[in-house]
């Protein structure tokens, strides 16, 4: 089964910072990657698919980026709306289940 | 738009079962792959179960399998998922999920607790 492995778990930032949320998997999967961000109570929204893609609607400073097993998602300015819980999901036509990372915990510093 | 709407949640005791519904529109339901996901109080996210477009496959996580079941009925655009032999760790949100252009409901709580 294919592992995906968050880092940091939790991180503390400031408005107006850069921040870089990695992943990494236990073994290639393509650009078969998601973002999520999650709020207290809230469904995870989706934010980017296939690695890179932004999701219609979400903001421009969300990208993506990687393909093989090492995946990056960053912010380019946090916004106090930002300060939530991000995951990472493999999905794939290719193999049924889906896989999640740990999480990771962006607060305020 | 794309709409996933679950229902069925509560408070049961553990052993017993419950029935998780999924209603889904806004999308041609009998082309999709549909999953069920799960989250823990304060944890993260688990895959529960898929099911692919006409039923024909399914698969499980091997935390549920044999006591969970998922199904649907494309007549109805309706996913869903019983719970059998239910335990206190099975105490979650549930999720309905569409593969391919990702897509989520918005969850339905299941506390197993005497």
């Given at each position: 089964d294919i592992?995906?492995?968050?880092?940091?778990?939790?991180?503390?930032?400031?408005?107006?910072?850069?921040?870089?949320?990695?992943?990494?998997?236990?073994?290639?999967?393509?650009?078969?990657?998601?973002?999520?961000?999650?709020?207290?109570?809230?469904?995870?929204?989706?934010?980017?698919?296939?690695?890179?893609?932004?999701?219609?609607?979400?903001?421009?400073?969300?990208?993506?980026?990687?393909?093989?097993?090492?995946?990056?998602?960053?912010?380019?300015?946090?916004?106090?709306?930002d300060f939530a819980t991000y995951y990472c999901q493999h999905y794939s036509t290719y193999s049924p289940a889906w896989t999640f990372g740990q999480g990771t915990k962006v607060e305020i510093k | 738009q794309v709409q996933l709407v679950e229902s069925g949640g509560g408070v049961v005791q553990p052993g017993r079962a419950l029935r998780l519904s999924c209603a889904a529109s806004g999308f041609t339901f009998n082309t999709y792959t549909m999953h069920w996901v799960r989250q823990a109080p304060g944890k993260g996210l688990e895959w529960v179960a898929l099911i692919l477009y006409d039923g024909s496959n399914k698969y499980y996580a091997d935390s549920v399998k044999g006591r969970f079941t998922i199904s649907r009925d494309n007549s109805k655009n309706t996913l869903y998922l019983q719970l059998n032999s239910l335990r206190p760790e099975d105490t979650a949100v549930y999720y309905c999920a569409r593969a391919g252009e990702l897509s989520w409901g918005q969850g339905t709580l299941v506390t197993v607790s005497s």
């Open positions: 592992q995906m492995t968050q880092s940091p778990s939790t991180l503390s930032a400031s408005v107006g910072d850069r921040v870089t949320i990695t992943c990494r998997a236990s073994q290639s999967i393509g650009s078969w990657l998601a973002w999520y961000q999650q709020k207290p109570g809230k469904a995870p929204k989706l934010l980017i698919y296939m690695a890179s893609s932004l999701e219609s609607g979400v903001p421009s400073r969300f990208s993506g980026s990687g393909s093989g097993t090492e995946f990056t998602l960053t912010i380019s300015s946090l916004q106090p709306d | -």
